[in-house]
């Protein structure tokens, strides 16, 4: 029973149906929040899900972190680096985005009184 | 066992997501944002991704929601649209 | 009432329509990882001994992938102008709110400034050897003033000295690639000398803890002017409200 | 001069704005107007070089990054370093006429816009070009919200959330190609993309397709433009039709033909650019207001962009750059100049273009409205006269039926707007121009008259910017670091 629940497939099944099931969470907050703040969490828990989808999938087991310290002396049995490294870059991305938007909304919540984006239509044809 | 530790831990996640969604309330939304993260925090753990998870634990967890909290504390922003 | 059902009713169908458009995704991905190739992280793991540093994310962030880092802290940059611009006050008038000051909030809070900040500098400086750097220990940095902010409402950080850690530490990032330019004739390249036996040092690596270093007072800088921005919104309150 | 010098020069040029502000805000125009210069020379310079040309990053590709510029690259670098000297001219006069406090702030974002834009099409790493999607991205956010107004605040939320769902999927994309293929560089994935499980490879490429798209106004993603354009400043606009737009159609047809979708997808991308053609100029013509008009515009303008440099065929891909050109220089000169007239009569309804009172903005207006509709002598008869040829080439004429009938319609507003402009019975305000910008519009409408009766010009570029996207082997093997 324990080792159906270690092997690579297991996992990897595990993996992809959550963060999928994490990501249409997202999306659909994302189609119906009408606070800017509750989108601008959506948009997190999206970005979430796909962090936690490739670090995930490029996780096999038995292997371990890509640093060498005192036991291990060169770079093998290790996971990729790569998709960490990207999705460091995306985290910190991710967070200059929505401070940003957040900043936008205080502007308008001040100028009008109301942060709900189904409101905000001053511009249409 | 790896393998349940993850199960459990992705269904946390997702309840904690779901509710962040669905919750009326801006700052419980925000709170359970954070839950997410931290949930992720382990998992990132889990996957020997170190570094990602250290990222996650100050930026993700600690920082964004420092500043959503910051951002709708004093302009009453969560007073606003409920639903 | 009826409005109520309608808008429900749009919930449902946006969910099952989401869910629906996920599941058909599902069952692609579930076999997505192919293994047909062996991938760019796999060469840069074997390549990785050369640049004698022991974390091997550490070396892809500053050094394989330095343009996407110094373009990442330009993303950084970019944003806390933004928030300068939508929150900063020149154009409006404010009363200055003044709160009370607790005095074991604000002793206990400068005692653990240190640690924290101290804390953060070891995060940057073993960014080549441990988990962490740059970002992470910055962000700790940034954390730790908004501690202090929160202790002491009526903090100022000194704004001239955040911009010009920033504005240097940005050039001196540029800088850096430049130089690599002229000496080795690669933009970015490693100019320092790195020999493989000095692995798990705390000097090695050549300049991947020098940009380490960098981004850290870069990304410090940027978030505690960002956290200060955000603390100050909150302090204020418009005259013609009052 | 390394290639690296296009994005590092005006990342050092932003990360050092606070000490010009100390200084003068005279330095700061005045270097900004120097740093865009240089980089357009430089660009020319490009011209009368062997192409490709490449420097890498850090080490060697497939490994590391690199920028490769070659013909068809070359021909958006020049656009993009033109429209930015001629922006940074013109904010030269804007900033003197109207005081803003945050004049820096603009400078940054500008100079990051065209960074970010020619970061885009230069990086042969499809992570990086992310990473330059998100600055360009970031600093259009940001100008949209620039003046703080509710209206420009509105645009710029509205556009964030719209460029971070686009963000998300190709973030995904990126991902699905990595777990793949295991390589993120352009030249191994146009290699290696005929390996991707089928399935797989029709959800990247749509996922790629749904996030550029969105962001190239492709229908049906192109709902937020209006409002954005809306929203925005006119000179903002001027870089969001002629910069930003194109950056984010390079990319998308860059790729289309680098992973050969054209074999599938050509139909498909061919029927959405004449629906986009189609719907915006029915749209726009009843806008009351002339921001949002000339969105419904560029909309349309692009929509046969997409027609044409979907096409696979080269005679019309080479039509298509031309006209792109075209386009970019008369809505550039359009944006520019309304931005005048709105500045001084503080409106933006269709009526203000018969409200001013000065032959020269007159002759500039009608000269770039004559242009985008494709009236002889000015380059947009041209552009629309290749694409045309290209398709009766092809013996495509379904498609020249459905330009020409779809002109009508759109010459049917751009009169309409020339009526309004000549209409003698209406109280005309004189408007006060500027030296600076007799030279901008003024050189900007001779380019137009110059490029219609000389196309030769840029027609050989044009036909070089072709052959290098349609046998693109020359790029592959220099992002590949081949020989190097």
């Known amino acids: ?125 | ?83 | 009432m009826n409005l109520k059902k309608e808008f429900r009713l749009k919930h449902i169908v946006l969910s099952l329509l989401s869910s629906a458009l996920m599941l058909s995704i599902l069952g692609l991905l579930l076999h997505v990882k192919s293994g047909l190739h062996k991938s760019v992280g796999d060469i840069i793991l074997t390549l990785n001994m050369e640049t004698a540093t022991a974390n091997a994310v550490t070396s892809v962030v500053t050094f394989f992938r330095g343009i996407d880092t110094l373009g990442e802290v330009t993303v950084l940059f970019l944003a806390t102008t933004g928030i300068a611009l939508m929150l900063s006050t020149s154009q409006r008038t404010y009363e200055k709110v003044v709160h009370q000051e607790s005095f074991i909030l604000n002793i206990g809070s400068k005692l653990l400034l240190n640690v924290i900040i101290l804390f953060g500098v070891y995060i940057i400086i073993h960014g080549h050897l441990s988990p962490g750097g740059g970002f992470q220990g910055g962000v700790v940095i940034a954390t730790a003033f908004l501690l202090l902010f929160l202790a002491n409402p009526n903090m100022h950080l000194n704004h001239f000295i955040l911009t010009l850690g920033e504005s240097l530490s940005g050039a001196t990032f540029v800088l850096v690639g430049l130089i690599g330019l002229f000496k080795i004739n690669i933009l970015f390249g490693n100019f320092l000398p790195n020999p493989v036996s000095e692995i798990g040092e705390l000097v090695s690596g050549g300049i991947i803890p020098i940009i380490y270093i960098i981004v850290g007072i870069k990304v410090g800088s940027e978030m505690s002017v960002i956290v200060e921005y955000f603390i100050k919104e909150d302090n204020k309150k418009e005259v013609s409200n009052a | 001069m390394s290639l690296g010098y296009y994005f590092l020069l005006p990342v050092i040029f932003s990360f050092l704005t606070p000490f010009f502000k100390k200084m003068s805000s005279v330095s700061l125009r005045g270097s900004s107007v120097l740093l865009n210069l240089f980089l357009f020379l430089q660009t020319l310079q490009y011209t009368q070089m062997s192409m490709p040309q490449i420097s890498q990053f850090s080490i060697a590709p497939p490994v590391g990054i690199a920028f490769v510029l070659d013909n068809f690259s070359l021909l958006f670098l020049l656009i993009f370093t033109f429209s930015g000297f001629i922006v940074s001219l013109y904010m030269m006069w804007y900033f003197k006429v109207s005081d803003s406090t945050h004049e820096a702030r603009f400078y940054v974002f500008f100079s990051m816009l065209i960074a970010g834009s020619i970061g885009m099409i230069l990086s042969c790493d499809i992570f990086n070009v992310y990473i330059f999607f998100e600055i360009t991205g970031i600093s259009s956010y940001a100008l949209s919200a620039y003046n703080k107004d509710k209206m420009g605040l509105e645009a710029g939320i509205k556009y964030l959330i719209i460029g971070s769902v686009a963000s998300i999927f190709i973030v995904f994309a990126i991902m699905l190609i990595y777990l793949q293929i295991g390589t993120v560089n352009i030249g191994l994935i146009a290699q290696r993309y005929s390996e991707i499980d089928p399935k797989i490879a029709v959800l990247i490429a749509l996922m790629l397709f749904i996030g550029f798209g969105t962001k190239a106004e492709l229908f049906p993603m192109n709902f937020w433009a209006p409002d954005i354009y809306q929203g925005s400043s006119s000179h903002v606009n001027g870089l969001f039709s002629s910069v930003v737009a194109k950056a984010y159609l390079f990319v998308l047809f860059h790729l289309f033909y680098l992973f050969g979708l054209n074999t599938q997808y050509t139909i498909l991308l061919m029927s959405l650019g004449a629906i986009t053609f189609l719907v915006s100029e029915l749209t726009a013509l009843n806008q009351k207001d002339i921001k949002r008009l000339f969105a419904y515009s560029t909309l349309g303008q692009l929509g046969i962009l997409f027609m044409a440099l979907a096409s696979n065929s080269s005679q019309t891909i080479s039509g298509a750059l031309f006209h792109l050109t075209s386009h970019s220089i008369s809505k550039l000169l359009i944006f520019l100049a309304l931005g005048i007239i709105i500045h001084k009569l503080k409106d933006t309804k269709i009526s203000i273009v018969g409200d001013f009172k000065s032959m020269f903005l007159t002759v500039i207006l009608v000269i770039g409205f004559l242009s985008v509709l494709g009236i002889p002598p000015f380059s947009g008869f041209v552009g629309k006269i290749l694409i045309l040829k290209g398709f009766a080439l092809a013996h495509n004429y379904m498609a020249i039926a459905f330009i020409l009938i779809v002109s009508i319609i759109e010459a049917v507003y751009f009169f309409r707007l020339i009526a309004i402009m000549l209409d003698k019975s209406r109280t005309k305000v004189a408007v006060s121009i500027g030296f600076i910008n007799y030279i901008v519009l003024g050189g900007l409408g001779l380019l137009i008259i110059l490029l219609g009766v000389y196309p030769s010009i840029l027609t050989h570029y044009t036909d070089l910017a072709t052959n290098a996207l349609l046998e693109p082997q020359s790029y592959l093997n220099y992002a590949l670091g081949v020989g190097l």
Do not use: W
Request: net charge negative; proline share 2%.
């Open chain 2, 1 to 83: 066992m790896i393998g349940l530790i993850i199960l459990f831990t992705f269904a946390s996640i997702i309840v904690v997501a779901l509710y962040a969604v669905l919750s009326q309330d801006v700052t419980q939304a925000v709170i359970l944002f954070m839950g997410v993260g931290l949930g992720s925090v382990v998992l990132f753990l889990i996957f020997q991704a170190p570094d990602v998870a250290l990222t996650e634990a100050v930026i993700g967890t600690g920082l964004s929601t420092a500043v959503f909290l910051l951002g709708i504390r004093h302009t009453s922003i969560d007073k606003e649209v409920k639903s």
């Open chain 1, 1 to 125: 029973m324990l080792d159906f629940f270690n092997s690579n497939e297991t996992i990897h099944f595990i993996i992809t149906v959550s963060t999928m099931l994490l990501f249409t969470i997202g999306l659909y907050g994302v189609f119906t929040q009408k606070n800017l703040v509750k989108v601008l969490i959506s948009f997190d828990i999206m970005e979430t899900a796909l962090f936690l989808f490739f670090i995930g999938l490029h996780y096999d087991f038995g292997r371990v972190a890509p640093i060498v310290d005192g036991n291990l002396n060169t770079f093998t049995n290790m996971v990729d680096p790569v998709p960490q490294a990207m999705i460091l870059t995306t985290i910190v991305i991710g967070l200059a985005i929505l401070a940003l938007g957040l900043s936008f909304g205080i502007e308008y919540f001040r100028l009008t009184g109301t942060n709900d984006i189904s409101k905000m239509n001053e511009l249409r044809d």
